[in-house]
């Protein structure tokens, strides 16, 4: 089992800056992929960006360039730095891990999520 839980979120003026944070616990030693995912009122969860153990990266195209994910394994951490927000960024964001270096069929864990709203 592992726990995910995010922090960070808030109100910010559009072109303003935030740092969530997602604390893991419990099998963190199985985690494999982290991501960021969002859901606006009234759409589909989407991937926001995501990083492999290994440090890969992959970003969404609309938040390339203004968002940074990054993970510290050794504080069992994972990062998102988000820059020159956007109204269309407004969102809850959850923080998701999988748990795929200690099973063939990984599990997918997902934080509570924290609301991000940014006000033009």
């Known amino acids: 089992q592992v726990q995910l839980v995010e922090s960070g979120g808030g109100l910010v003026q559009a072109g303003g800056s935030l740092r969530l944070s997602c604390a893991a616990a419990g099998d963190t030693i199985c985690i494999s992929n982290m991501g960021w995912y969002r859901q606006a009122p009234g759409k589909e969860r989407e991937l926001v960006a995501g990083?492999?153990?290994?440090?890969?990266?992959d970003y969404a195209v609309s938040v390339k360039g203004r968002f940074t994910i990054s993970r510290d394994n050794a504080k069992n951490t994972l990062f998102l730095q988000m820059n020159s927000l956007k109204p269309e960024d407004t969102a809850v964001y959850y923080c998701h891990a999988d748990d795929s270096l200690c099973t063939i069929v990984a599990v997918d864990y997902w934080g509570q999520g924290t609301q991000v709203n940014v006000s033009s």
């Open positions: 990083i492999t153990n290994g440090g890969s990266t």
